[in-house]
């Protein structure tokens, strides 16, 4: 299986770049906050504890996003593999996907980086206010969810880069070049 994680600040076009890749790859675009949306919305048990949390506004803990993304793999064997979005994003996280992944004698293929300067990010994020009405698209609410990010973040790129599988990828330009730069890196790894 082709299983790859995709990671980025706010703004960074994770969610363009994933659609991409299911659609060349024919892989399964898994963004966490979508399956917890989804297993609440269906009342499963899962469901139902992680929206024991979410009501409560607090986070989802590790161990039930991971039992629902074993769940899901569990139930899609014949996939041709996995993109991650939005998970992970600390280093147990990290740790926590590879455990259950090697359960399932599978593991991470590459982990892509899309890399974009701050500014450029801000701009983003301010502009899709702008058109999407988001009342977080504001400087002050960005900024500091780009700080979250970095924090949490910078430790998972060494993660995985000491296992070799981190791709930082320039995700400025138009979208098909972001993808080229991203398929360039992922293509490899289809014929191995």
Known sequence: ??????????GSGK????EKLAEKYGLQHIST?????????????LGQLADSYMSKGALVPDAVVIEMLESLIAKQKDAKGFIFDGFP??????????RMLGRHGEKVMAVLSLEVEEEELVDRLLKRGEI????????QTIESRLKVYGRQTAPL?????????????RGVGSIQEIFGAIAKE???LTTS
């Not at 082709?2 to 706010?10: E, Q, Y």
């Not at 969610?15 to 994933?18: E, H, L, V």
């Not at 399956?35 to 048990?45: D, K, N, S, V």
Request: hydrophobic content about 35%.
């Open 15 to 18: 969610g363009t770049q994933s």
């Open 1 to 10: 299986m082709l299983n790859i994680v995709i990671f980025g600040a706010p």
């Open 157 to 169: 790129k060494d993660f995985y880069q000491e296992q070799g599988v981190l791709k930082e990828i």
């Open 132 to 139: 999407s009405g988001r009342a977080d698209d504001n400087r």
């Open 33 to 45: 906050g979508e399956m917890l949306r989804e297993e609440i919305a269906t009342g499963t048990g």
């Open 89 to 98: 994003r600390t280093v147990p996280q990290g740790e926590a996907l590879n």
């Open 186 to 188: 992922i293509d490899p």
